[in-house]
Every structure is written in structure tokens, then in C-alpha cells.
């Protein structure tokens, strides 16, 4: 089975843009932002999507989180907001099937989403 484009970027045998990393994640600039602060962060392990995470995956799960809130934080986006997102399958808005959240900030955000 082939590596998806996050592993590859994990693996170094991609760059990209690094902000964050430890055992656990990795955050990077998005190739495509659709913000002016548009970073991903991504879970080492690979986990194609929220809705296949196990029980067993809960602390990494709370470490994307919690290191989210730090990432943003050292963007200078926790006095304005920011968004995080999850798609989850095709009509999601999933693009690479390696669990991922958007840290999307910098502008107002709109609602509804999408």
C-alpha cells in the first residue's frame, strides 16, 4: 500500500513548511490556503479518518487537539479565533485520507461553512 502525501511530508521524502512537530504531530503550512493562516496539523500514526479512530487512539486524538490550540496560540490567533475543521470522506470536503485538522485563521469566518 502506497503512502499517502501526509506520511510522505512526515517521512521528510516531501517538504513542506514545518511549524510544529513531537512524537505525536506534525503541523504545516497548507499547500492551498483558504485563509491567511491555514495550517494542518496531522497524527503520526496513520488514521484515515475520524470516523475509522479507535478507542486505542484517544490520546493521540487528544494531543492533535490540545497541540492545535498551541499551534494556534503561537500564530497570534488565540485573541481573534480561529476555526478547526475535520472532513471526514468525499463529501466532506476529504482530500488526502490521512486524518488531518485545518487550523484556519487570520479573517473573519463565515457560517454556515461550505
Known amino acids: 500500500m502506497s503512502k499517502t502525501l501526509f506520511e510522505r511530508i512526515i517521512a521528510r521524502e516531501l ?3 514545518l511549524v510544529y512537530e513531537d512524537d505525536q504531530v506534525v503541523a504545516f503550512q497548507d499547500i492551498r490556503p483558504q485563509a491567511p493562516v491555514h495550517v494542518l496539523i496531522v497524527p503520526r500514526k496513520p488514521i484515515p479518518r475520524i470516523a475509522e479512530a479507535k478507542p486505542e487512539d484517544q490520546q493521540v486524538l487528544g494531543q492533535l487537539l490540545l497541540k492545535a490550540a498551541e499551534v494556534a496560540s503561537k500564530l497570534g490567533l488565540t485573541q481573534s479565533g480561529y476555526r478547526l475543521v475535520f472532513n471526514n470522506g468525499p463529501d ?7 486524518l488531518h485538522c485545518h487550523i484556519l485563521g487570520g479573517r473573519q469566518m463565515g457560517w454556515p461553512p461550505g
Open 92 to 98: 466532506g470536503g476529504e482530500a488526502v485520507p490521512h
Open 15 to 17: 517538504t513542506a513548511t
